[in-house]
């Protein structure tokens, strides 16, 4: 990390992302179960394991230094996918017919992309340490 404070304040956002992630493995598993919802229990699972993952996942790129692209990416990736799916869970009514429910599967397609593409520019161009 280095005395760099962007790449300490991309470090501290996916810690972020992981807290999100926990707590909203918490609610699901003690709220939304207890209440009897599956289906928001089983999509809060979803997003808030995606969320520790990929907040993981954008600590492991601010360290390494890649490019910003690529922690932007992962970022609003995990904002749309994660934290709308758990929003989603929330919802007195899921909102799939609306143009924000429209933008989960936009997140996750971008968090694909990202690294995907991240795998291609790492073997074309090896990061240097």
């Known amino acids: 990390m280095g005395k760099n404070p962007v ?6 956002l996916g810690a972020w992302f992981v807290g999100i992630g926990v707590a909203g493995g918490a ?3 003690h ?3 207890a209440a009897g919802d599956a289906d928001a229990a089983m999509r809060m699972q ?6 520790v993952w990929m907040g993981l996942g954008t600590m ?3 360290m390494l230094a890649v490019e910003r692209l690529f922690l932007w990416a992962n970022a609003a990736g995990v904002v749309l996918f994660s934290g ?12 799939e017919t609306t143009p924000i429910g429209s933008l989960i599967p ?3 397609s971008l968090l694909i992309l990202n690294w995907l593409v991240l ?3 790492l073997m074309l161009r090896p990061l240097r340490f």
């Open 119 to 121: 795998g291609i520019r």
């Open 46 to 51: 979803t997003g808030s394991q995606a969320a």
């Open 106 to 108: 936009v997140g996750g």
């Open 27 to 29: 609610i699901g598993t």
């Open 7 to 12: 790449d300490r304040r991309w470090v501290a």
């Open 84 to 95: 709308l799916l758990m929003a989603k869970s929330l919802a007195p009514h899921p909102f």
């Open 60 to 62: 492991l790129l601010a």
């Open 31 to 33: 709220a939304l179960e």
